[in-house]
């Protein structure tokens, strides 16, 4: 019997759902069907922000696993609320994708004119970018990473930053001016890792995808994520946290910034991978006690 997979119908998400199906089989010789599941926040795209963000999309593939009309689902790791569903396993984190943030321009962000036009819809993005060049006005855009790089080429907007995993997925990574250095822009916590994920109820299909898991980029999400929920920070909070996992040591760093990006706390630290998530907290933690929640509230 074929594996159905579930995916949202934009060319982001069925580009990254083919590429799971397509190393799923190769690994285990099931074959893999998608399912295209045209989702709510999908159909009614100006509502999104009443709807919850990017949530909305998730919730409605999890409905799905739970009719029993899909078997599994991919998911943009970044784009999952942090409280686990216990009828939901996440069976596989497969290795990540660039986590970095990339600019897509003519120019590199430094090159640009003062008063320079930066489209970005994220808090965390703005906040940071502030922090690079003060100088330039940030630009609120929605939209799919087509739209929004659309407005750099109708000379709109003088450019645009996004995911660069998103960007590599829909082939449009050549027009890339700029990746930042995790030294300059911390990624969303999760950036460029996928979630693969199924019913706690199927413990044989829960065991099927493990395969497909990568343990040093679980560990590294894991640690990111900590940081984000002990923040009780949601998706559009502006929080970027980064995690390498060396072999040995779990290296992490994060930071809340102000929407102005003029103040922000940002800290590291370095444990074992097999304490993931303690490294998370302990560190959102000695966050918290330096301001980082006054912060929060600030935007
Ligand atoms: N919030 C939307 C979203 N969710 C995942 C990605 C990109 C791919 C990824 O980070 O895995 C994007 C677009 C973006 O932030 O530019």
Known sequence: M????????????TTQSQQVA?????????????????????????????????????????????????DFAVHSLKDL?????????IAAIPLRDDPRDALVGAV????????????????????????LRADLEYVPIRGNADTRIG?????????????????????????????????????????????VECLTGRPDLVELLSVLDDARTRAAVTAERAVLAALEAGCSAPVGA????????????????????????????????????DLGRELAAAMIAQGAGTLMGSH
């Not at 998608?34 to 709807?51: E, H, N, P």
């Not at 590199?108 to 922090?131: C, F, M, N, W, Y």
């Open 2 to 13: 074929k594996l159905r997979l579930g995916t949202r119908k934009s060319l982001m998400a």
């Open 81 to 89: 609320p942090t409280a686990a569903d216990p009828q939901i396993t």
């Open 242 to 277: 980064y995690a390498a996992d060396d072999g040995h040591t779990l290296n992490l760093t994060a930071t809340v910034v102000a929407i102005d990006g003029a103040r922000a706390v940002r800290k590291s630290a370095s444990g074992p991978r097999t304490a993931a998530m």
């Open 108 to 131: 590199k962000l430094a090159d640009l004119a003062p008063g320079a036009r930066v489209g970005t819809g994220s808090p965390r993005r703005i906040a940071q970018l502030r922090a």
């Open 151 to 195: 407005k750099v080429a109708a000379g709109e907007l003088d450019g645009v930053v996004l995911a660069a995993a998103g960007l590599t997925r829909l082939g449009r990574d050549g027009e890339i001016a700029q990746l930042f250095d995790t030294d300059e822009m911390l990624p969303a916590p999760g950036q460029g890792a996928l979630a």
């Open 22 to 70: 397509d190393r799923l089989t190769a690994l285990t010789g099931r074959a893999v069907e998608l399912v295209g599941i045209t989702t709510l926040g999908d159909v009614s795209k100006a509502q999104l922000s009443q709807l919850g963000g990017t949530g909305v999309f998730v919730s409605e593939l999890r409905t799905h696993l739970i009719e029993g009309d899909i």
